[in-house]
């Protein structure tokens, strides 16, 4: 089983900053894909950035040039800097990982909230 351990939620002003990590219990060899969705209150939770092996970064249109999804490979933790934070971007932040080998499949963590209002 994996586990995904999330943290840097928080409320910030619009315009502001905030900083996701996403702590996985196994190492990154272990996963194809990992990366960031949100679910903002009334809404589908929707994709935010994904990396996957070998890949580029895919990030939703909305976020492109105010957030980058970035890794630590070595701590097996990915990282979304969220920058020029807007309200639309208030919602539960869920990180996402997707494992090989054995127990394959989709895992998610608690979800962490974020808040941008004044």
């Known amino acids: 089983q994996v586990q995904l351990v999330e943290s840097g939620g928080g409320l910030v002003q619009p315009g502001g900053s905030l900083r996701l990590s996403c702590a996985a219990s196994?190492?990154?060899?272990?996963?194809?894909?990992r990366g960031w969705y949100r679910q903002a209150p009334g809404k589908q939770r929707e994709l935010v950035a994904l990396?996957?092996?070998?890949?580029?970064?895919n990030y939703a249109d909305s976020v492109k040039g105010r957030f980058v999804l970035s890794r630590d490979n070595g701590k097996n933790t990915i990282y979304l800097q969220m920058d020029n934070l807007k309200a639309e971007d208030t919602g539960v932040y869920y990180c996402?990982?997707?494992?090989?080998?054995?127990?394959?499949?989709?895992?998610w963590g608690q979800g962490t909230q974020v808040t941008v209002s004044e």
């Open positions: 996402y990982a997707q494992k090989v080998g054995a127990y394959r499949g989709d895992y």
């Open positions: 196994q190492s990154y060899l272990s996963f194809n894909a």
């Open positions: 990396t996957t092996s070998g890949g580029p970064t």
